[in-house]
């Protein structure tokens, strides 16, 4: 049984982090060969994830000519 008072309380507006300034970044699994894995995990143990992210969109780039990830 409701009293009607529940329609009278304002409404609690979430607070949020915002639009971020950077787009928002594709989630993806990737299978690569041993190699690969044991060449990053020497090179750049701590951002690999950073550095293989670095050298994909730096080869796109170069193959397409495209900056900002946009058409």
């Not at 309380?9 to 894995?37: D, I």
């Amino acid at each position: 049984m409701t009293t009607g008072i529940e329609f009278l309380k304002p409404e609690k507006k979430r607070k949020g982090r915002g639009l971020g300034k950077k787009p928002a970044l594709f989630n993806t699994s990737l299978r690569l060969p041993k190699e690969v894995m044991d060449y990053f995990n020497t090179n750049f143990a701590y951002t690999k994830q950073a550095k293989m992210r670095e050298i994909l969109t730096e080869y796109v780039t170069n193959q397409t000519g495209v900056k900002d990830g946009t058409n």
